[in-house]
């Protein structure tokens, strides 16, 4: 039994057949792989796309989806071993992975960082006891990375350059602004992807705080040593932008002051000026712009990025519907 869990867990053959399935999706929506099967979407955390397009998916390919909501809909739920449960979950992921795998097909789990210990969020218990305990694969709707995410991106700029090979585009991965410290989960995935379709890497980003955890600066070394490309790090956005054919924005809270969000506030208000504009977008070679969505606008990005023809984020959004119905077909086989 296989889960996809991350995009590193799968090698680029196997992510190349996936992204060829959902070009196929793309240009046919109806099919049977999950005739007859279903699968549980258990939401943590609010969702617009993702809920709709894993809904869609699945009937499309003539599934049956439940979404469930724990600690609204569903009971709240306790991940950890040992503990005396005596709090406010009523029923343990041992108990609910083992069910939901004797009712359903597949499971699919979003569940966020607490924002609290990263060193605790790092290790993205809540979907891992899924994996651990379900007996039919778990599929990642985002947690600390977005493997959905990271395939909707890629099959989106190998749409719009015509190519499936990316090598030899520099890509800009920049911060931006945001009134609130965010999930660095799509930060991760894109370092992840960027450098494991061997383009030549560039992490912009305020300062040294700002560089994401550890776990996914090394995946990204290894993938630049084994897929060519390259990985380099800035502060200077006019240096970064310049020459660029391709900016990815996502705004994301400083991993040192993780939990202490009040102290990193005067940092992140000071940079406001890492806004996507058309100043920074004319520096660069005729660059495409792209987002994970939701983007407040005017404040990651302006709307004339947003309205411009390089803007492909909608394109971006759509894909996740095809590549979520080629992940969950491959695992229902």
């Known amino acids: 039994m296989r889960h996809f869990l991350s995009t590193q867990d799968w090698s680029r053959a196997d992510l190349d057949a996936l992204l060829a399935q959902a070009a196929a999706f793309k240009r046919c929506k109806a099919g049977t792989q999950l005739a007859g099967k279903s699968i549980a979407l258990l939401f943590f955390n609010p969702s617009m796309r993702t809920r709709t397009s894993f809904e869609l998916g ?7 989806a439940v979404v469930l909501q724990p600690g609204k809909d569903a009971w709240p739920i306790e991940f950890e071993l040992g503990t005396v ?6 029923e343990h992921v041992a108990e609910v992975a083992r069910v939901l795998s004797r009712y359903v097909d597949l499971i699919g789990v979003r569940a966020f960082p607490k924002f609290r210990d990263w060193s605790v969020d790092r290790e993205d218990r809540v979907i891992h006891a ?7 694969p778990v599929i990642n709707m985002e947690t600390i990375t977005h493997p959905m995410q990271e395939l909707a991106h890629i099959l989106a700029l190998q749409q719009h350059f015509g190519s499936s090979d990316l090598r030899g585009r520099k890509y800009v991965l920049t911060w931006t602004y945001h009134p609130k410290p965010l999930n660095t989960a ?21 300062n040294r ?3 994401l955890d550890s776990r996914y600066m090394e995946f990204a070394a290894r993938n630049v040593a084994e897929n060519g490309g390259s990985l380099t790090i800035s502060h200077e956005p006019q240096q970064a932008y310049r020459g660029a054919h391709v900016v990815y924005a996502k705004s994301w809270g400083a991993l040192p002051y993780f939990g202490r969000w009040d102290e990193e506030k005067p940092v992140r208000d000071a940079h406001r000026h890492f806004i996507v504009n058309e100043a920074k977008m004319a520096l660069t070679d005729g660059a495409v712009f792209s987002h994970c969505l939701p983007l407040r606008r005017n404040i990651k990005a302006t709307d004339a ?21 080629a992940v969950m077909a491959a695992l229902a086989q």
Do not use: W
């Open 58 to 64: 699945a009937f499309q390919l003539g599934g049956h």
């Open 85 to 90: 449960m005596d709090g406010e979950a009523e």
């Open 130 to 136: 899924f994996a651990r305990h379900a007996t039919v």
């Open 186 to 206: 799509v930060a991760n995935s894109a370092l992840q992807i960027a450098t494991r379709y061997g383009m030549d890497v560039t992490l912009l980003c305020p």
């Open 209 to 211: 705080d700002y560089l």
């Open 305 to 325: 990025v947003m309205d411009s023809a390089a803007c492909i984020a909608v394109q971006e959004a759509e894909n996740r519907l095809h590549v979520q119905k």
